[in-house]
């Protein structure tokens, strides 16, 4: 079946750049998304990628996608205390009729020292 | 802005009731979703709904019933609440994505709500 896999948990200091890695396996994915959810909290839309794009930027968030690896990575620069989130990879499904529905990966929890 | 809001955000029941957890949204969005979150295990898809009175079952089902009478309200039901039911249960919407590409199924999300079952 289909599966996103990302780690669970990521720590760095406040001012380095954080990298949380994500692997799907769907390759005929349409979008691929970063969910942030801060604690007590809903899943907030961060950022997303068309699967025909390589990179996109957006202010400190950087999103990479390796599509013959099927790697999918966000870089946040310059990463702050209010960064501290649960960061979720998701991959859309396009097929058997349920377009609409995405995949998400456990979750990577990043915690950022000051 | 997309709005997603769910009845209760925090909840406590006891085992063998029967529960209800509302979720509205208001942009119109044919497709709605029920996931319930736990730790390690991520977000888990309950049911979902791609119109009025429709549904599909999701990857954990069991224990679950859903109602959709209306377009904007999707309701998730515990016909008999069990311990393990306590979870945090996250409602979301989308617009269908239609055929073709470049039609983003963008998912927005309530603010979830905590369950508790004793």
């Known amino acids: 079946g289909e599966d996103v896999e990302q780690s669970l948990f990521l720590s760095v200091r406040e001012g380095d750049s954080s990298v949380i890695n994500c692997t799907y396996t769907?390759?005929?994915?349409?979008?691929l998304y970063w969910y942030k959810q801060e604690p007590g909290a809903g899943l907030q839309l961060l950022t997303y990628i068309f699967s025909n794009m390589d990179m996109k930027q957006d202010q400190r968030l950087t999103v990479l996608l390796n599509k013959k690896d099927k790697h999918l990575s966000l870089r946040i620069a310059d990463t702050q205390t209010g960064d501290s989130a649960i960061y979720f990879c998701?991959?859309?499904?396009?097929?058997?009729?349920?377009?609409?529905?995405?995949?998400f990966g456990k979750g990577t929890k990043l915690s950022v020292k000051p | 802005d997309v709005k997603v809001t769910q009845s209760s955000r925090y909840l406590v029941k006891r085992t063998g009731e029967k529960v209800f957890l509302e979720c509205v949204q208001d942009?119109?969005?044919?497709?709605m979703f029920w996931y319930r979150q736990d730790p390690g295990l991520g977000l888990r898809l309950i049911y979902f709904s791609y119109d009025v009175k429709m549904k599909e079952k999701g990857d954990i089902p069991e224990g679950y019933s859903v109602s959709r009478e209306k377009k904007e309200r999707f309701s998730l039901i515990l016909e008999s609440a069990s311990t393990n039911q306590t979870s945090m249960y996250l409602c979301?919407?989308?617009?269908?994505?239609?055929?073709?590409?470049?039609?983003?199924?963008?998912?927005?999300f309530g603010p979830g709500t905590r369950l508790l079952v004793l």
């Open positions: 769907d390759s005929s994915s349409t979008y």
């Open positions: 998701a991959e859309s499904m396009n097929y058997g009729g349920s377009q609409g529905n995405l995949i």
């Open positions: 979301a919407s989308s617009r269908n994505p239609g055929p073709g590409l470049g039609y983003q199924e963008t998912q927005y």
């Open positions: 942009m119109d969005h044919e497709n």
